[in-house]
């Protein structure tokens, strides 16, 4: 079984939630995890992601934030499992507030956010999800950066797991492994 991990915006695949689900994984031989850094520059996710689907045959996708979109838009294309953790649903939207020049935390590489990205998201924008059994969906009411509410709306039908309280990164992630598992199967070998 091979799983895609998708980090966020501003984020890396060292982030503590792909640290959690790497660490959770290491007892099953069978399972390969891809953890991709994932471009800064919004233009170059999707070109990159068709490129590691092209060389690629993915079981299923985990997305976190606007991983989530995109683990959205690889899942509604290649009819795979997904699991979403408090996902961007319009990153239109949501990135108006973030043009402007960034610093990636964990690369410190420097990158811009434009009006034209927005245009790209819009461009790219999955309106409604063909198969909601595919997808589980956490979300956290006290969410900081999105309303949970517009997840929950898209992902109808979905496994939704809504916890209260707690924020953007996910409070208390590590106990939730186990569910993601459960979902993916991932004791079963393929």
Request: net charge positive; glycine share 4%; charged share 20%.
């Amino acid at each position: 079984m091979k799983i895609l991990y998708l980090h966020g915006f501003k984020s890396s695949p060292n982030s503590l939630k792909a640290t959690l689900f790497k660490e959770s994984i290491q007892p099953f031989n069978h399972i390969k995890l891809i953890t991709p850094y994932l471009p800064d520059n919004p233009d170059l996710v999707i070109p990159f992601l068709k490129q590691l689907l092209d060389n690629n045959c993915f079981n299923a996708v985990i997305g976190s934030s606007l991983g989530g979109y995109y683990a959205t838009w690889i899942a509604e294309r290649h009819d795979i499992k997904a699991v979403l953790i408090n996902p961007v649903v319009y990153p239109e939207t949501l990135l108006k507030e973030f043009i402007g020049w960034h610093t990636n935390p964990y690369s410190s590489a420097k990158f811009e956010i434009t009006n034209n990205h927005l245009k790209y998201f819009k461009q790219l924008n999955i309106t409604a999800i063909k198969r909601p059994e595919n997808y589980q969906v956490f979300l956290q009411t006290n969410d900081e950066v999105l309303n949970y509410k517009l997840a929950e709306k898209m992902y109808t039908g979905a496994e939704l797991i809504i916890k209260q309280n707690g924020n953007h990164e996910f409070k208390n992630f590590g106990q939730q492994i186990k569910k993601i598992h459960t979902f993916l199967k991932l004791s079963e070998k393929h």
